[in-house]
């Protein structure tokens, strides 16, 4: 399906699929077609057991997405089954998504990087929702994603103000993971994929799960209660991981991870 795709590139290396918004002409804007060319890139990554993360990144060096392309917006059609671009709702995601902001991230786009796991922004990248100033309201999870993340009235400050926030506010306010320098990027994403790769895939899923879950409950004691019953946690324990991470620390050697 990647090579029928028009506006989104599909790249795997190793074990890392990048998922490239590709219309750098209209700064990445998304339009009904990537949406769903967008979903199809998801699913392939989410059913693919050799590939453990996925980086999202636009095209050019202008732009991760500008949001929805408003001269191409159909207000009847629906966005595809995991809702806009193919991620935002998508919930039983338990690899990692990590978001390689490149530029502007408005709307939509800061909506897709809010939907991320980790965000790396080069110094250039800024964020905003300025939706209202169209007429709009941001419809793909950015209103409920930024206050839980960054608290209530920082987030109100930019959704009611339509301000654009830069790459280090952004970490300042705890949305952006590391900002670096728009030619260090790539390196940036690179080194946090590494890190995240000399761990077990099964732990790494079951981690992010247990993460996401705990916070649906009413406090801690409750999650830590739950937790030993979550799918990912139980798979965790019966994995070939699990077993070759206890050998290898008994052998004193690096673990050869399988992902199941």
Known sequence: MAGDMRF????????VTTITLNRPRVMNAINPAMHEE???????FSADSEQHIAVVTGAGNRAFCAGSDLKERDPDRAYPKNGYAGLIE?????????????????????????ACDIIIAAETATFGLPEPLVGLVA????????????GLKAAMGIILSSRRVSAEEGRALGFVNEVVPADLLDGAVRRWCDDILRASPMAIRASKDTVLRGLSEPDVAAGMRGQSFWRAFI????????????RAFAEKRPPVWKGR
Not at 8 to 15: A, N, Q
Not at 38 to 44: G, K, P
Not at 140 to 150: D, T, V
């Open 8 to 15: 989104v590139d599909v790249t795997r290396t190793e074990r």
């Open 38 to 44: 967008l979903q199809v890139a998801f699913d392939d």
């Open 90 to 114: 998508r919930f039983d995601l338990n690899k990692p998504v990590i978001a390689a902001v490149n530029g502007l991230a408005l709307g939509g786009g800061f909506e897709i990087a809010l």
């Open 139 to 150: 419809r793909g999870g950015g209103l409920h994603r930024l206050p839980r993340q960054i």
């Open 235 to 246: 798979e965790l324990e019966a994995s070939e991981d699990a077993r070759e991470g206890a």
